[in-house]
Protein backbone atom coordinates (compact mmCIF):
# COMPACT_ATOMS: atom_id res chain seq x y z
CA UNK A 1 0.00 0.00 0.00
CA UNK A 2 1.50 3.42 -0.38
CA UNK A 3 3.46 4.54 3.05
CA UNK A 4 4.84 7.70 3.87
CA UNK A 5 8.03 6.04 5.03
CA UNK A 6 9.78 7.32 8.02
CA UNK A 7 12.75 5.18 7.78
CA UNK A 8 15.07 3.57 4.63
CA UNK A 9 13.70 0.02 5.20
CA UNK A 10 9.49 1.39 5.02
CA UNK A 11 10.52 3.82 2.14
CA UNK A 12 11.46 0.93 0.09
CA UNK A 13 8.61 -1.15 1.00
CA UNK A 14 6.59 2.03 0.08
CA UNK A 15 7.84 2.26 -3.42
CA UNK A 16 7.17 -1.46 -4.01
CA UNK A 17 3.89 -0.86 -2.90
CA UNK A 18 2.41 1.61 -5.39
CA UNK A 19 0.99 -1.04 -7.65
CA UNK A 20 -1.61 -2.59 -5.83
CA UNK A 21 -4.33 -1.80 -2.57
CA UNK A 22 -3.68 1.31 -0.58
CA UNK A 23 -4.93 2.81 2.53
CA UNK A 24 -3.20 5.97 4.49
CA UNK A 25 -0.18 5.67 6.15
CA UNK A 26 0.51 5.63 9.45
CA UNK A 27 0.48 9.31 9.49
CA UNK A 28 -2.96 9.66 8.13
CA UNK A 29 -1.37 10.27 4.58
CA UNK A 30 -0.05 8.31 1.17
CA UNK A 31 2.74 8.70 -0.73
CA UNK A 32 3.29 8.43 -4.79
CA UNK A 33 -0.32 9.67 -5.16
CA UNK A 34 -3.20 11.29 -3.54
CA UNK A 35 -3.18 11.66 -0.06
CA UNK A 36 -6.05 10.24 1.66
CA UNK A 37 -7.33 13.34 3.24
CA UNK A 38 -6.97 15.73 0.06
CA UNK A 39 -9.53 17.84 -1.01
CA UNK A 40 -9.61 16.15 -4.75
CA UNK A 41 -13.42 15.48 -6.28
CA UNK A 42 -14.28 12.00 -5.75
CA UNK A 43 -16.64 10.55 -8.10
CA UNK A 44 -19.34 8.38 -6.91
CA UNK A 45 -19.97 5.24 -8.49
CA UNK A 46 -22.76 2.66 -8.27
CA UNK A 47 -22.80 -1.04 -9.75
CA UNK A 48 -23.70 -1.46 -13.26
CA UNK A 49 -27.62 -0.94 -14.07
CA UNK A 50 -27.66 -4.94 -15.32
CA UNK A 51 -27.16 -5.58 -11.95
CA UNK A 52 -23.75 -7.38 -12.64
CA UNK A 53 -20.13 -6.72 -11.85
CA UNK A 54 -17.40 -6.17 -13.84
CA UNK A 55 -14.32 -8.04 -12.45
CA UNK A 56 -11.27 -7.28 -15.17
CA UNK A 57 -8.09 -8.47 -15.18
CA UNK A 58 -5.30 -6.40 -14.00
CA UNK A 59 -2.31 -8.57 -15.72
CA UNK A 60 -1.07 -9.04 -12.58
CA UNK A 61 -0.71 -12.94 -10.94
CA UNK A 62 -3.28 -13.93 -8.16
CA UNK A 63 -1.17 -13.87 -5.03
CA UNK A 64 -2.91 -17.71 -4.60
CA UNK A 65 -2.80 -20.31 -6.82
CA UNK A 66 -6.23 -21.42 -8.57
CA UNK A 67 -7.93 -18.06 -7.44
CA UNK A 68 -11.69 -17.95 -9.56
CA UNK A 69 -13.20 -14.70 -10.72
CA UNK A 70 -16.19 -14.09 -8.81
CA UNK A 71 -19.79 -14.40 -10.75
CA UNK A 72 -20.59 -11.20 -12.52
CA UNK A 73 -24.15 -11.66 -11.12
CA UNK A 74 -23.80 -11.16 -7.31
CA UNK A 75 -24.19 -14.19 -5.06
CA UNK A 76 -25.95 -12.86 -1.94
CA UNK A 77 -27.94 -9.69 -1.20
CA UNK A 78 -28.90 -7.97 2.09
CA UNK A 79 -26.80 -8.51 5.14
CA UNK A 80 -24.68 -11.40 5.12
CA UNK A 81 -22.71 -12.47 8.45
CA UNK A 82 -19.03 -13.61 7.74
CA UNK A 83 -17.31 -14.94 10.71
CA UNK A 84 -13.58 -14.52 10.55
CA UNK A 85 -11.80 -16.73 13.00
CA UNK A 86 -8.53 -15.63 13.80
CA UNK A 87 -5.21 -15.69 16.29
CA UNK A 88 -6.63 -13.15 18.28
CA UNK A 89 -10.02 -14.50 18.36
CA UNK A 90 -13.65 -14.63 16.34
CA UNK A 91 -14.12 -11.20 14.72
CA UNK A 92 -17.64 -11.56 13.12
CA UNK A 93 -18.53 -9.26 10.37
CA UNK A 94 -21.72 -7.87 8.54
CA UNK A 95 -21.53 -7.54 5.04
CA UNK A 96 -23.73 -4.59 3.29
CA UNK A 97 -24.38 -6.35 0.21
CA UNK A 98 -27.38 -4.10 -1.04
CA UNK A 99 -24.66 -0.72 -0.77
CA UNK A 100 -21.81 -2.53 -1.82
CA UNK A 101 -23.15 -5.85 -3.82
CA UNK A 102 -19.80 -5.91 -5.96
CA UNK A 103 -17.19 -6.02 -3.32
CA UNK A 104 -18.98 -7.81 -1.16
CA UNK A 105 -19.67 -10.38 -3.86
CA UNK A 106 -15.80 -10.61 -4.45
CA UNK A 107 -14.92 -10.96 -0.33
CA UNK A 108 -17.91 -14.10 -0.22
CA UNK A 109 -16.41 -15.38 -3.55
CA UNK A 110 -12.97 -15.38 -2.49
CA UNK A 111 -13.28 -16.23 1.62
CA UNK A 112 -15.54 -19.20 0.03
CA UNK A 113 -12.65 -19.99 -1.82
CA UNK A 114 -9.91 -20.14 0.84
CA UNK A 115 -8.36 -17.29 -0.88
CA UNK A 116 -7.78 -15.73 2.92
CA UNK A 117 -6.84 -18.24 4.90
CA UNK A 118 -4.45 -18.69 6.34
CA UNK A 119 -2.93 -15.25 5.63
CA UNK A 120 -2.26 -12.34 7.89
CA UNK A 121 -2.84 -8.94 8.22
CA UNK A 122 -0.08 -7.00 7.58
CA UNK A 123 -0.46 -3.43 8.06
CA UNK A 124 -1.17 -1.16 11.06
CA UNK A 125 -1.36 2.62 11.53
CA UNK A 126 -1.88 4.16 14.92
CA UNK A 127 -1.48 7.85 14.00
CA UNK A 128 -3.59 10.13 11.89
CA UNK A 129 -5.86 6.82 10.61
CA UNK A 130 -6.61 3.87 12.56
CA UNK A 131 -6.82 1.05 10.53
CA UNK A 132 -5.80 -2.48 10.42
CA UNK A 133 -5.06 -3.94 6.81
CA UNK A 134 -5.18 -6.98 5.62
CA UNK A 135 -6.49 -9.69 2.20
CA UNK A 136 -3.14 -9.84 0.86
CA UNK A 137 -1.57 -13.95 1.23
CA UNK A 138 1.90 -12.39 0.38
CA UNK A 139 1.42 -10.13 3.67
CA UNK A 140 3.69 -7.38 1.71
CA UNK A 141 0.74 -5.55 0.20
CA UNK A 142 1.32 -5.88 -3.31
CA UNK A 143 -0.66 -9.09 -3.51
CA UNK A 144 -4.28 -9.45 -5.67
CA UNK A 145 -6.25 -11.90 -6.45
CA UNK A 146 -5.18 -11.07 -10.33
CA UNK A 147 -8.55 -8.80 -11.18
CA UNK A 148 -9.79 -5.34 -9.63
CA UNK A 149 -13.34 -4.12 -9.96
CA UNK A 150 -15.00 -0.41 -9.79
CA UNK A 151 -15.62 1.47 -6.32
CA UNK A 152 -19.00 1.85 -5.08
CA UNK A 153 -19.06 5.23 -3.68
CA UNK A 154 -21.84 7.48 -2.39
CA UNK A 155 -19.33 10.09 -1.46
CA UNK A 156 -20.36 10.54 1.96
CA UNK A 157 -18.14 8.02 3.34
CA UNK A 158 -17.40 8.45 7.19
CA UNK A 159 -15.37 5.42 8.23
CA UNK A 160 -16.39 5.38 11.71
CA UNK A 161 -14.85 3.06 14.14
CA UNK A 162 -16.37 -0.36 13.21
CA UNK A 163 -16.13 -0.02 9.34
CA UNK A 164 -15.11 -2.49 6.92
CA UNK A 165 -13.75 -0.88 3.37
CA UNK A 166 -11.91 -1.94 0.43
CA UNK A 167 -8.06 -0.84 0.39
CA UNK A 168 -7.31 0.70 -3.29
CA UNK A 169 -4.43 2.35 -5.16
CA UNK A 170 -6.76 4.81 -7.17
CA UNK A 171 -9.81 4.96 -8.32
CA UNK A 172 -11.43 1.73 -9.47
CA UNK A 173 -8.86 -0.31 -8.77
CA UNK A 174 -10.40 -2.75 -5.69
CA UNK A 175 -8.81 -6.38 -5.54
CA UNK A 176 -8.68 -8.43 -2.31
CA UNK A 177 -7.48 -6.17 0.17
CA UNK A 178 -9.45 -4.56 3.16
CA UNK A 179 -9.08 -2.64 6.56
CA UNK A 180 -10.98 -2.32 9.80
CA UNK A 181 -11.47 0.77 11.01
CA UNK A 182 -11.00 0.55 15.11
CA UNK A 183 -11.29 4.84 15.55
CA UNK A 184 -12.90 7.51 14.10
CA UNK A 185 -10.72 9.98 12.65
CA UNK A 186 -13.01 12.70 11.59
CA UNK A 187 -12.07 13.68 7.76
CA UNK A 188 -8.72 11.82 7.90
CA UNK A 189 -10.11 9.89 5.12
CA UNK A 190 -11.41 11.36 1.51
CA UNK A 191 -14.51 9.35 0.63
CA UNK A 192 -12.70 7.04 -1.63
CA UNK A 193 -12.38 3.46 0.07
CA UNK A 194 -15.76 1.36 -1.02
CA UNK A 195 -17.32 0.37 3.12
CA UNK A 196 -18.86 -2.76 2.37
CA UNK A 197 -19.32 -3.53 5.57
CA UNK A 198 -18.65 -3.92 9.65
CA UNK A 199 -17.83 -5.78 12.53
CA UNK A 200 -19.27 -5.86 16.18
CA UNK A 201 -18.20 -4.25 19.51
CA UNK A 202 -16.56 -7.63 20.77
CA UNK A 203 -14.41 -7.15 17.19
CA UNK A 204 -13.82 -3.86 17.42
CA UNK A 205 -12.81 -4.29 21.65
CA UNK A 206 -9.94 -7.11 20.27
CA UNK A 207 -8.87 -5.03 17.37
CA UNK A 208 -7.73 -2.09 19.83
CA UNK A 209 -6.25 -4.62 21.95
CA UNK A 210 -4.12 -5.28 18.89
CA UNK A 211 -3.64 -1.63 18.32
CA UNK A 212 -2.49 -0.94 21.87
CA UNK A 213 0.30 -3.05 21.36
CA UNK A 214 1.91 -0.65 18.66
CA UNK A 215 3.28 -1.39 15.41
CA UNK A 216 6.64 -3.07 15.08
CA UNK A 217 9.80 -1.86 14.22
CA UNK A 218 9.70 -2.34 10.72
CA UNK A 219 6.77 0.55 11.15
CA UNK A 220 4.21 -0.97 9.25
CA UNK A 221 3.13 -4.31 10.59
CA UNK A 222 1.75 -5.06 14.19
CA UNK A 223 3.42 -6.24 17.17
CA UNK A 224 0.14 -8.74 18.10
CA UNK A 225 -0.35 -10.66 14.77
CA UNK A 226 -3.21 -10.70 14.01
CA UNK A 227 -3.55 -14.34 11.02
CA UNK A 228 -6.58 -15.27 9.36
CA UNK A 229 -7.16 -19.13 10.14
CA UNK A 230 -10.95 -19.49 7.93
CA UNK A 231 -13.80 -17.10 7.12
CA UNK A 232 -17.16 -18.57 7.38
CA UNK A 233 -20.25 -16.94 4.95
CA UNK A 234 -23.45 -17.49 6.68
CA UNK A 235 -25.56 -17.18 3.38
Same mark, same amino acid.
Request: glycine fraction near 10%; proline fraction near 5%; charge should be negative.
Given at each position: ???????????????????????????? %?? %??? !???????????????? *????????? +? *???? @?? +??????????????????? @????????? !???????????????????? +???????????????????????? !???????????????????? @???? +????????????????????????????????? *??????????????????????????????????????? *??
Amino acid at each position: MRLLASTAATALLALTLLGCASTPSNSG %ST %SGG !TDASDSATTSTTEPAA *SGTCDYFAD +G *SASA @KD +GTQVPPAEPAVTGEVTATM @KTSVGDLVL !TLDADAAPCAVNSFVSLAEQ +GYYDDTSCHRLTTQGIYILQCGDP !TATGMGGPGYSFADELTGTE @KYEA +GTLAMANAGPNTNGSQFFFVYESAPGALAPSYT *SFGSFDEASLATLRDVAATGVAADGVTPVTAVDIETITI *SR
